[in-house]
């Protein structure tokens, strides 16, 4: 974890983020252009989360393998396809595509342009589709973590998480994962944590990951029932819960990416973040096929949870070291989640 940290914490802090585009100008039909699109969902790109990671693991592409490099931003999930279709029709030879929403038109893309390597974050496959690496995360893991850290460091024994649609399963895997972690940590100290965890259901996907005054409202409503700690897991939309939280003097917990890089507003109470290692994860499979190794199938990335920053003198010597077992013990199997890969 801290050798990721060393790689990639200046990139996190630094990265230029493009103003929405089409592909340049550049042929990438010929064999010396190597061309990398990326087609995000109806969150932004600079949502300082899920698309910002995925985004900073293309540009590593642009620095270290020389890619050109574009993205489009979806502002309608109609547009899925069309937007596929823009570095298709333009002879890219990667396409990633971020999020669970875009399953069915990248396969579908996969099928028009077999000659383009597909990339789709948060994109599970049922059966192996040819030429479309679906990249995937334990969310339940990093919930498990930061809901067991939330647990040990609540005063009040109240904590909540703010969450997009549960209809996503990374979404409701970091969810139900976060009470899962509470409740172990419970057992081990002999505590009894309530645990409030909301989901944006209510909403169309155009909405639910990008809502921060919703995000923000129920924070505050969970804190006025004795919430001291709040988890957000929904892009933009969780970003508001944390800052809330934040301000309000809380410990925040952020998602995706080690937000306490990311999310300035929030930073100072920033407990942790639970991750999935996306830009090193992204980068890596571009990487692989710049080289031809690329395989079609669902790809596992690793995740985890952000140092301690700010608060790390907060934090008891004991809560760390009962972090470091439950982590180990989760990467060993010798504890696990319980948490099935989708709602049931």
Known sequence: MKKF????AALLVAAMILPACAPAEVDCSKEDVFCVGLVTDVGKINDKSFNQSTWEGVQLAKQQLGANV???E???AKDYEKNIATFGDANYDVVVTVGFALGEATIAAAAKYPNIKFIGVDQLQAETVNGVSGLSFPEDQAGFLVGALASMMSKSHKVGAVCGTDVVPPVWRFGEGYKAGAAYADGMNGTSTEVFVVYHSDVGFDKTFTDPEWGAQTAKSMMDQGADTIFGCGGVTGNGAITAAAQAG??????????????????PRMLSSAMKLITPSVFDLIKAAKEGTLQSGNV???AGYAPYHDLDGEV???VKTAMEKINADLLSGAVTTNVPPVKP
């Open 5 to 8: 940290y060393g790689l990639f």
């Open 316 to 318: 008891p010597a004991e």
């Open 300 to 302: 596992y990335g690793p």
């Open 74 to 76: 979806t502002s309608d």
């Open 250 to 267: 809380g410990y925040a917990i952020g998602v995706d990416t080690d937000q306490y890089l990311t999310l300035p507003e929030a930073a």
């Open 70 to 72: 574009q993205y489009i």
